[in-house]
């Protein structure tokens, strides 16, 4: 059983900054990626960035450019990076590990909120 423990989140303004970390315990046997996901209020959760256990990363349209995942393998930890945040980037995140294609196991979520 793997758990997650993200922390980090807050309340910042528009344009600042904040860095997320995700704490992984417990095997890890078998994953193939950690992602970062948000879900802000009335829409879907949507997929952000993930880093694959090879170190390749990928991200969503909306965050390219101003958000950046990184990993440290000797403290089993995935970071984001959020750089120019904007109001819309409010919500719910949400660390996340993957088998194969699949988000199998989700942290608790932190909230981020970006004020105007």
């Known amino acids: 059983q793997v758990q997650l423990v993200e922390s980090g989140g807050g309340l910042v303004r528009a344009g600042g900054s904040l860095k997320l970390s995700c704490a992984a315990s417990g095997s890890i046997l078998g994953v193939t990626a950690t992602g970062w996901h948000r879900q802000a209020p009335g829409k879907q959760r949507e997929s952000l960035a993930q880093?694959?256990?090879?170190?390749?990363?990928n991200y969503a349209d909306s965050v390219m450019g101003r958000f950046t995942i990184s990993r440290d393998n000797a403290k089993d930890t995935v970071c984001l990076q959020m750089n120019s945040l904007k109001t819309e980037d409010s919500g719910v995140y949400y660390c996340?590990?993957?088998?194969?294609?699949?988000?199998?196991?989700w942290g608790q979520g932190t909230q981020v909120t970006v004020s105007s």
């Open positions: 880093i694959t256990t090879g170190g390749s990363t």
């Open positions: 996340a590990k993957a088998r194969g294609s699949k988000w199998v196991y």
